[in-house]
Protein backbone atom coordinates (compact mmCIF):
# COMPACT_ATOMS: atom_id res chain seq x y z
CA UNK A 1 0.00 0.00 0.00
CA UNK A 2 1.50 3.28 -0.99
CA UNK A 3 2.30 5.44 2.07
CA UNK A 4 0.34 8.79 2.37
CA UNK A 5 1.43 10.04 5.13
CA UNK A 6 3.60 12.89 4.76
CA UNK A 7 2.34 13.84 1.27
CA UNK A 8 3.22 17.54 0.57
CA UNK A 9 0.12 19.32 -0.95
CA UNK A 10 0.72 20.39 -4.47
CA UNK A 11 1.05 24.31 -4.67
CA UNK A 12 2.55 25.26 -7.74
CA UNK A 13 0.33 24.95 -10.88
CA UNK A 14 1.65 27.26 -12.89
CA UNK A 15 -1.65 28.87 -13.86
CA UNK A 16 -0.29 31.90 -15.78
CA UNK A 17 1.71 30.21 -18.16
CA UNK A 18 1.24 28.27 -21.49
CA UNK A 19 1.00 24.81 -22.01
CA UNK A 20 4.79 23.21 -22.07
CA UNK A 21 6.21 24.29 -25.74
CA UNK A 22 6.22 21.47 -28.42
CA UNK A 23 3.00 19.22 -26.01
CA UNK A 24 0.12 20.56 -28.87
CA UNK A 25 2.42 18.75 -31.86
CA UNK A 26 0.58 20.80 -34.40
CA UNK A 27 -2.48 19.82 -32.97
CA UNK A 28 -5.01 22.53 -31.15
CA UNK A 29 -6.07 19.48 -28.52
CA UNK A 30 -4.58 19.61 -25.35
CA UNK A 31 -3.20 16.32 -24.56
CA UNK A 32 -3.65 14.58 -28.23
CA UNK A 33 -0.74 15.73 -29.83
CA UNK A 34 0.03 11.46 -29.58
CA UNK A 35 -3.18 10.11 -30.85
CA UNK A 36 -3.82 8.42 -33.98
CA UNK A 37 -5.04 10.22 -37.29
CA UNK A 38 -8.89 9.42 -36.40
CA UNK A 39 -9.23 10.35 -32.89
CA UNK A 40 -7.88 13.21 -33.45
CA UNK A 41 -10.47 13.55 -36.19
CA UNK A 42 -12.51 12.73 -34.01
CA UNK A 43 -11.52 15.20 -31.51
CA UNK A 44 -12.18 17.59 -34.27
CA UNK A 45 -15.87 16.91 -35.12
CA UNK A 46 -16.06 17.88 -31.02
CA UNK A 47 -13.58 20.88 -30.64
CA UNK A 48 -13.96 24.05 -33.16
CA UNK A 49 -10.88 24.31 -34.63
CA UNK A 50 -10.98 27.88 -35.07
CA UNK A 51 -11.47 28.21 -31.42
CA UNK A 52 -10.35 24.93 -29.76
CA UNK A 53 -13.12 24.80 -27.59
CA UNK A 54 -16.92 22.99 -27.87
CA UNK A 55 -20.44 23.85 -26.60
CA UNK A 56 -21.56 20.59 -26.05
CA UNK A 57 -25.69 19.82 -25.70
CA UNK A 58 -26.22 17.13 -22.98
CA UNK A 59 -29.73 15.25 -22.89
CA UNK A 60 -28.65 11.42 -21.73
CA UNK A 61 -30.17 12.29 -18.06
CA UNK A 62 -33.29 10.30 -19.02
CA UNK A 63 -30.90 6.69 -18.96
CA UNK A 64 -31.40 7.36 -14.69
CA UNK A 65 -34.15 10.00 -14.22
CA UNK A 66 -36.72 9.24 -16.86
CA UNK A 67 -38.56 12.19 -18.98
CA UNK A 68 -37.69 14.58 -17.00
CA UNK A 69 -38.77 18.45 -17.41
CA UNK A 70 -37.51 19.74 -20.96
CA UNK A 71 -37.17 16.21 -22.14
CA UNK A 72 -40.47 14.95 -22.20
CA UNK A 73 -40.23 14.64 -26.09
CA UNK A 74 -36.81 14.45 -27.25
CA UNK A 75 -37.88 14.32 -30.98
CA UNK A 76 -39.96 18.15 -30.67
CA UNK A 77 -37.89 19.84 -27.83
CA UNK A 78 -34.32 18.63 -28.67
CA UNK A 79 -33.61 17.56 -32.43
CA UNK A 80 -34.75 21.19 -33.45
CA UNK A 81 -31.43 22.36 -30.88
CA UNK A 82 -29.02 20.25 -32.01
CA UNK A 83 -27.96 22.10 -35.12
CA UNK A 84 -26.46 24.93 -33.79
CA UNK A 85 -24.29 22.99 -30.84
CA UNK A 86 -20.93 21.83 -31.97
CA UNK A 87 -21.71 18.22 -30.00
CA UNK A 88 -24.03 16.39 -28.45
CA UNK A 89 -23.90 14.19 -25.44
CA UNK A 90 -26.67 11.31 -25.36
CA UNK A 91 -27.51 7.73 -24.86
CA UNK A 92 -27.80 5.85 -28.12
CA UNK A 93 -31.30 5.14 -27.67
CA UNK A 94 -32.07 8.89 -28.12
CA UNK A 95 -29.85 9.01 -30.95
CA UNK A 96 -31.65 6.24 -33.03
CA UNK A 97 -34.79 7.41 -32.38
CA UNK A 98 -35.21 11.05 -32.11
CA UNK A 99 -31.97 12.73 -34.01
CA UNK A 100 -31.89 13.10 -37.71
CA UNK A 101 -28.73 11.25 -39.04
CA UNK A 102 -27.95 14.57 -41.16
CA UNK A 103 -26.72 16.70 -38.27
CA UNK A 104 -23.46 17.24 -38.55
CA UNK A 105 -22.50 17.49 -34.75
CA UNK A 106 -20.29 15.28 -33.27
CA UNK A 107 -21.51 12.08 -31.11
CA UNK A 108 -20.54 11.75 -27.77
CA UNK A 109 -22.97 8.54 -26.49
CA UNK A 110 -23.29 7.60 -22.59
CA UNK A 111 -21.65 4.42 -22.34
CA UNK A 112 -22.06 3.38 -18.60
CA UNK A 113 -25.69 2.80 -16.72
CA UNK A 114 -27.46 0.34 -14.67
CA UNK A 115 -28.82 2.26 -11.53
CA UNK A 116 -31.99 4.33 -11.66
CA UNK A 117 -32.47 7.70 -9.76
CA UNK A 118 -33.76 5.50 -6.93
CA UNK A 119 -30.77 2.91 -6.27
CA UNK A 120 -27.04 3.61 -5.42
CA UNK A 121 -26.42 5.78 -8.57
CA UNK A 122 -22.31 4.75 -8.55
CA UNK A 123 -23.28 1.05 -8.87
CA UNK A 124 -22.84 1.48 -12.58
CA UNK A 125 -21.02 -1.06 -15.63
CA UNK A 126 -19.84 -0.30 -19.19
CA UNK A 127 -23.69 0.01 -20.95
CA UNK A 128 -22.52 -0.06 -24.59
CA UNK A 129 -20.27 -2.38 -26.78
CA UNK A 130 -17.53 -0.37 -29.46
CA UNK A 131 -19.27 -1.57 -32.50
CA UNK A 132 -22.34 0.06 -31.60
CA UNK A 133 -20.36 3.05 -31.19
CA UNK A 134 -18.83 2.78 -34.55
CA UNK A 135 -21.79 1.56 -36.28
CA UNK A 136 -23.17 4.82 -34.76
CA UNK A 137 -20.17 7.04 -35.83
CA UNK A 138 -19.39 8.30 -32.23
CA UNK A 139 -16.87 10.66 -31.88
CA UNK A 140 -16.78 10.20 -28.35
CA UNK A 141 -17.96 7.95 -25.58
CA UNK A 142 -18.85 9.42 -22.25
CA UNK A 143 -18.38 7.13 -18.42
CA UNK A 144 -19.06 8.35 -14.72
CA UNK A 145 -16.41 8.26 -12.86
CA UNK A 146 -17.24 7.98 -8.93
CA UNK A 147 -13.93 9.21 -7.03
CA UNK A 148 -15.33 9.12 -3.37
CA UNK A 149 -18.22 6.92 -4.10
CA UNK A 150 -19.20 3.34 -2.83
CA UNK A 151 -18.11 1.66 -6.48
CA UNK A 152 -15.16 3.58 -6.91
CA UNK A 153 -12.71 1.14 -8.08
CA UNK A 154 -15.10 -0.43 -10.43
CA UNK A 155 -15.95 3.26 -12.28
CA UNK A 156 -12.30 3.39 -12.66
CA UNK A 157 -12.02 0.21 -13.76
CA UNK A 158 -15.04 0.84 -16.23
CA UNK A 159 -12.87 3.87 -17.54
CA UNK A 160 -9.60 1.76 -17.86
CA UNK A 161 -11.66 -0.55 -20.07
CA UNK A 162 -13.22 1.85 -22.12
CA UNK A 163 -10.37 3.63 -22.80
CA UNK A 164 -8.65 0.60 -24.18
CA UNK A 165 -11.80 0.32 -26.70
CA UNK A 166 -11.56 3.50 -27.45
CA UNK A 167 -7.77 3.74 -28.49
CA UNK A 168 -7.67 0.21 -30.26
CA UNK A 169 -10.91 1.67 -32.19
CA UNK A 170 -9.91 5.15 -32.52
CA UNK A 171 -12.25 6.83 -30.51
CA UNK A 172 -12.19 9.24 -27.82
CA UNK A 173 -13.27 8.80 -23.62
CA UNK A 174 -14.71 11.86 -21.90
CA UNK A 175 -14.68 10.86 -18.57
CA UNK A 176 -17.19 12.26 -16.26
CA UNK A 177 -16.60 13.17 -12.87
CA UNK A 178 -19.48 12.27 -10.69
CA UNK A 179 -20.09 13.82 -7.71
CA UNK A 180 -22.37 12.30 -4.79
CA UNK A 181 -24.78 14.61 -2.56
CA UNK A 182 -22.60 14.12 0.49
CA UNK A 183 -19.28 14.62 -1.36
CA UNK A 184 -17.08 17.92 -1.45
CA UNK A 185 -17.10 20.10 -4.39
CA UNK A 186 -14.37 22.56 -3.95
CA UNK A 187 -10.81 22.65 -5.69
CA UNK A 188 -8.83 19.63 -4.24
CA UNK A 189 -11.76 17.05 -4.73
CA UNK A 190 -11.75 18.01 -8.86
CA UNK A 191 -7.99 18.46 -9.00
CA UNK A 192 -7.72 14.29 -7.72
CA UNK A 193 -10.91 13.40 -9.63
CA UNK A 194 -10.46 15.10 -13.13
CA UNK A 195 -6.54 14.18 -12.55
CA UNK A 196 -7.06 10.29 -11.95
CA UNK A 197 -9.68 9.91 -14.46
CA UNK A 198 -6.74 11.69 -17.37
CA UNK A 199 -3.82 9.31 -15.89
CA UNK A 200 -6.44 6.27 -16.47
CA UNK A 201 -6.34 7.31 -20.46
CA UNK A 202 -9.66 10.11 -20.58
CA UNK A 203 -9.06 12.27 -23.34
CA UNK A 204 -11.53 14.64 -22.55
CA UNK A 205 -13.17 15.19 -18.57
CA UNK A 206 -16.05 16.68 -17.79
CA UNK A 207 -16.69 18.28 -14.19
CA UNK A 208 -17.76 20.78 -12.06
CA UNK A 209 -17.11 24.41 -12.06
CA UNK A 210 -16.08 26.05 -8.27
CA UNK A 211 -15.54 30.01 -7.59
CA UNK A 212 -12.49 29.08 -5.76
CA UNK A 213 -9.39 27.31 -7.33
CA UNK A 214 -11.11 26.72 -10.75
CA UNK A 215 -7.89 27.56 -12.68
CA UNK A 216 -6.23 25.06 -10.63
CA UNK A 217 -8.22 22.37 -11.94
CA UNK A 218 -7.80 23.06 -15.43
CA UNK A 219 -3.90 23.28 -15.09
CA UNK A 220 -3.39 20.18 -13.81
CA UNK A 221 -5.83 18.11 -15.68
CA UNK A 222 -3.33 17.22 -18.87
CA UNK A 223 -6.40 17.00 -20.87
CA UNK A 224 -9.05 19.38 -21.96
CA UNK A 225 -11.62 19.88 -19.44
CA UNK A 226 -15.45 20.83 -20.15
CA UNK A 227 -17.70 22.50 -17.79
CA UNK A 228 -21.17 20.55 -16.59
CA UNK A 229 -24.09 22.98 -16.06
CA UNK A 230 -25.59 20.83 -13.25
CA UNK A 231 -29.05 22.40 -11.93
CA UNK A 232 -30.99 24.82 -13.91
CA UNK A 233 -29.65 28.51 -13.16
CA UNK A 234 -31.23 31.47 -13.67
CA UNK A 235 -29.93 32.89 -17.33
CA UNK A 236 -27.19 35.59 -16.04
CA UNK A 237 -25.82 33.15 -13.71
CA UNK A 238 -25.65 30.15 -16.13
CA UNK A 239 -23.29 32.79 -18.49
CA UNK A 240 -21.59 33.88 -15.81
CA UNK A 241 -20.38 30.46 -14.85
CA UNK A 242 -19.43 29.18 -18.64
CA UNK A 243 -17.83 32.78 -18.99
CA UNK A 244 -15.49 32.51 -15.83
CA UNK A 245 -15.20 28.73 -16.63
CA UNK A 246 -13.49 29.78 -20.22
CA UNK A 247 -11.38 32.34 -18.37
CA UNK A 248 -10.07 29.98 -15.87
CA UNK A 249 -8.96 27.81 -18.61
CA UNK A 250 -11.73 25.00 -19.69
CA UNK A 251 -12.59 24.35 -23.00
CA UNK A 252 -16.36 24.47 -23.37
CA UNK A 253 -19.03 23.62 -21.61
CA UNK A 254 -21.26 20.39 -21.45
CA UNK A 255 -25.07 21.90 -20.74
CA UNK A 256 -28.47 20.10 -20.67
CA UNK A 257 -30.74 21.49 -18.05
CA UNK A 258 -29.24 25.04 -18.38
CA UNK A 259 -30.56 25.03 -22.08
CA UNK A 260 -33.25 22.54 -22.18
CA UNK A 261 -35.13 23.91 -19.23
CA UNK A 262 -34.88 27.26 -20.30
CA UNK A 263 -38.00 29.40 -20.92
CA UNK A 264 -36.47 30.03 -24.47
CA UNK A 265 -33.41 27.27 -25.06
CA UNK A 266 -32.51 28.16 -28.95
CA UNK A 267 -31.80 31.91 -27.22
CA UNK A 268 -30.00 29.94 -24.07
CA UNK A 269 -27.86 28.03 -27.12
CA UNK A 270 -26.78 31.41 -28.81
CA UNK A 271 -25.92 33.28 -26.15
CA UNK A 272 -23.80 30.23 -24.55
CA UNK A 273 -22.42 30.18 -28.16
CA UNK A 274 -21.47 33.79 -27.92
CA UNK A 275 -19.66 33.16 -24.55
CA UNK A 276 -17.34 30.32 -25.62
CA UNK A 277 -16.57 30.98 -29.04
CA UNK A 278 -16.87 34.87 -29.29
CA UNK A 279 -15.74 36.17 -25.96
CA UNK A 280 -19.08 37.90 -24.99
CA UNK A 281 -19.08 38.95 -21.78
CA UNK A 282 -21.93 37.83 -19.22
CA UNK A 283 -24.36 40.68 -19.69
CA UNK A 284 -23.18 40.61 -23.49
CA UNK A 285 -24.68 37.47 -23.72
CA UNK A 286 -27.73 37.94 -21.27
CA UNK A 287 -28.79 40.72 -23.91
CA UNK A 288 -28.36 38.49 -26.88
CA UNK A 289 -30.66 35.78 -24.98
CA UNK A 290 -33.18 38.23 -24.39
CA UNK A 291 -33.15 39.47 -28.08
CA UNK A 292 -33.19 36.20 -29.42
CA UNK A 293 -35.79 35.04 -27.22
CA UNK A 294 -37.86 38.53 -27.94
CA UNK A 295 -37.16 37.74 -32.03
CA UNK A 296 -38.49 34.00 -31.41
CA UNK A 297 -41.48 35.00 -29.64
CA UNK A 298 -42.55 37.42 -32.03
CA UNK A 299 -41.77 35.11 -35.30
CA UNK A 300 -44.32 32.79 -33.60
CA UNK A 301 -46.75 34.79 -32.74
CA UNK A 302 -46.97 36.59 -36.47
Not at 82 to 91: E, F, H, Y
Not at 96 to 124: F, M, N
Not at 139 to 146: E, M
Request: charged content about 20%; glycine content about 12%; aromatic content about 6%.
Amino acid sequence: MADTDGLIDARDFGTSAPAASGLHGGFFVKGAHGQDWGLRNRLSRIFRPDTGRTVMLAFDHGYFVGPMAGLERLDTGIAPLVPAADAIMMTRGALRTSIPPTTDAGIVLRASGGPSILRELSDEHIALDIEDALRLNAAALAIQVFIGGEHESRSVANLAALVDAGQRHGVAVLGVTAVGKDMVRDARYFRLATRISAEMGAHIVKTYYVEDGFETVTASCPVPIIVAGGKKLPELDALTMAYRSIQEGAAGVDMGRNIFQSESPAAMLAAVRGVVHDGLKPVEAHELFKETAAGATGNAES
